[in-house]
């Protein structure tokens, strides 16, 4: 214990451990080079100077470590994956083409392979050539030829220039009674205003992808080129 006098001669104790001034076993005097420079320790590097460990890059210099790449070339790492082909996939989960089958990149719809969406040239030529035929067969003979033609998705036109109605929500020819909606009450949507739906129904051709008229909407139908009468087999 060490005894401390004050001004009024009153004793206090302090422990031995007690880190105070009066105990220079706990905190020694500092030392004289301490004393002269309060700040000693570790020598300070001067302002904007780097400071101790590795040296620094220069400005805008890659970094240690891996090397970089260039700009727009593949990281290091597993090799990218080849593009996926077209036609591999179809529909929003990606779905498999089925076989026998190709998607349409103007359309978008699956259509049978060896068919393709009939041109417009080719359907306004349908629409004149139906005219002479009608004339030739006495206008009965050509409803009674549509009647036979209807169950394999054609009208007496589309059978003479090789086309041939197809329904893609079945992936099907249209048969007889979805020919019978499209020629009688499609044309009757098609003629219910006279030249104006008529014009209607031939710009829908001209600028939709699937190239659907009004008849072919009614029904639920497009007209597919097949030269190979792949869907009569």
Excluded at 89 to 113: F, H, I, K, R, W
Excluded at 180 to 195: F, K, P, Q
Aim: aromatic share 10%; hydrophobic share 40%; proline share 14%.
């Amino acid at each position: 214990m060490v005894a401390v006098s004050d001004n009024s001669d009153q004793t206090q104790s302090y422990p031995s451990s007690a880190p105070t001034q009066f105990n220079p076993q706990v905190n020694p005097p500092p030392w004289p080079s301490q004393q002269a420079d309060p700040s000693a320790g570790f020598p300070q590097t001067p302002p904007g100077a780097p400071g101790p460990g590795f040296p620094q890059a220069p400005l805008g210099a890659p970094g240690p470590g891996f090397p970089q790449a260039p700009l727009g070339a593949p990281g290091p790492g597993f090799p990218q994956a080849p593009p996926v082909p077209v036609g591999y996939g179809y529909g929003q989960y990606g779905d498999p083409v089925p076989a026998g089958m190709y998607l349409d990149q103007q359309s978008g719809l699956m259509l049978p392979e060896g068919t393709q969406l009939a041109t417009s040239g080719r359907r306004i030529g349908a629409f004149f050539l139906a005219i002479p035929l009608s004339i030739i067969t006495l206008g009965i003979g050509y409803v009674i030829w549509g009647l036979i033609v209807w169950g394999n998705g054609q009208t007496p036109a589309l059978q003479v220039l090789g086309m041939r109605c197809y329904r893609p929500e079945t992936s099907s020819v249209a048969g007889f009674w979805w020919m019978a909606l499209r020629e009688v009450v499609g044309r009757i949507a098609d003629g219910i205003l006279s030249i104006i739906t008529g014009l209607i129904s031939l710009i829908f051709m001209l600028t939709r992808p699937d190239r659907r008229t009004l008849h072919d909407l009614v029904a639920g139908t497009v007209v597919l080129h097949d030269p190979d009468k792949v869907l009569s087999r």
